[in-house]
């Protein structure tokens, strides 16, 4: 039996193929270089990225509940919960039952995590000049990923 197959469709198996040619790659990439180059920085004031993120999110909006920070850092609360753990062993963050209602954990920074925040100062600059964009250019990309983010948990098919 003669074979039905192109030479069109070797080229399109031969660009679906290439790697690169993968968004998700190319973000699964760009995630990896990124937190590869906070790693010595976080390194050297004793925090892990996801440490950070928790400690940048009680910076921005202060005292927050285990649920608000899971909803705010797109984390589950298996993964949540021991990494806030890890904070209050090292004296960053403090964990209470909420008086009105037992349920709620509320997560605030301790004198320590707030005073952590000066010595975290020098990582935003420090790593604007390692991915060495414009500001235009990185506005664009954060937007751009805002909104894939929101299109693929909140759109069509999510």
Do not use: W
Not at 25 to 32: D, G, N, Q, T, W
Not at 47 to 70: D, F, H, I, R
Not at 82 to 108: F, I
């Amino acid at each position: 039996m003669p074979s039905t197959h192109t030479v069109e469709d070797e080229t399109q198996e031969e660009t679906f193929t290439r790697l690169d040619d993968f968004l998700c790659f190319v973000l699964y990439s760009a995630h990896r270089a990124v937190t590869n180059a906070y790693r010595p920085l976080l390194d050297e004031i004793g925090l892990t990225y996801p440490q950070y993120l928790v400690l940048v999110a009680l910076y921005e909006n202060g005292p927050s509940s285990v649920k608000g920070l899971g909803a705010k850092l797109h984390l589950d609360y298996g993964t949540l919960t021991p990494l806030l753990k890890r904070l209050e062993t090292n004296g960053l963050v403090q964990r209470r039952r909420r008086a009105d209602d037992e349920r709620s954990v509320q997560v605030s920074l301790t004198e320590e995590g707030t005073a952590l925040r000066r010595r975290a100062r020098t990582l935003i600059p420090a790593m604007g000049a390692a991915m060495g964009l414009t500001t235009q250019e990185e506005d664009q990309i954060k937007m751009l990923l805002r909104r894939l983010t929101g299109n693929l948990t909140e759109g069509p098919g999510a």
